[in-house]
C-alpha cells in the first residue's frame, strides 16, 4: 500500500521507526517530513499527506506530534480527508469500519513503537463495512462541502 507518513518535531523520532518498520513490511512510503527533531509547525505537514491521500498518490495517511490533537485538527481541515486520533486498536479498527478513516493521527507522547506500530497494521488492515456507515460519510462530506459555500 502507498503510505503518505509525515511528523513535527516531536512524533519525527516515533515517524521514522515507523517508517522503517512500514518499508519493511513492504508497504511504498512518502515521508514529508520532519526532516529532524527541530522545532517544526505540525500543520504543513498534515496539510502535505492530507493533500497527497485527498489527491490520491496515496492511499493512507500516518502522521504523528506529540498527542496527535494538532496534526488530527489540522489534517481534517483538507477536504477528503476523515483524520481520526486514536491510541487504542478498538477505535482504530471501528474508525475504518464505520467513518472510512484516511489517516491515521497518533501522538508520540503516548504511544510506543511496538504500540504504534499495531495501531497502524490495524488501520491498513481493516476494510470501511459501508452499507449504513457509507450514508454517514456522505453526510460528514455534505458538512465540508457546506463550509466552502458558507
Known sequence: M???LGS???GFSLKEQLRAMLV???HDVTDFGAAGPESTDYPDYAAAVGRA???GSCERGVLVCSTGVGMSMAANKVPGI???LAFNADEVEYTR???DANVLTMGAKYLDVEAAGA???VFLTTAFE???HQRRVDKIMSIEKEGKQG
Do not use: C, E, S, W
Request: charged letters at 35%.
Open 8 to 10: 513535527d518535531h516531536a
Open 82 to 84: 476523515r483524520a481520526a
Open 2 to 4: 502507498k503510505i503518505a
Open 130 to 132: 459501508g452499507g449504513r
Open 53 to 55: 491521500v485527498a489527491g
Open 24 to 26: 519493511r513490511k513492504g
Open 97 to 99: 469500519r464505520h467513518n
Open 119 to 121: 495501531l497502524i497494521d
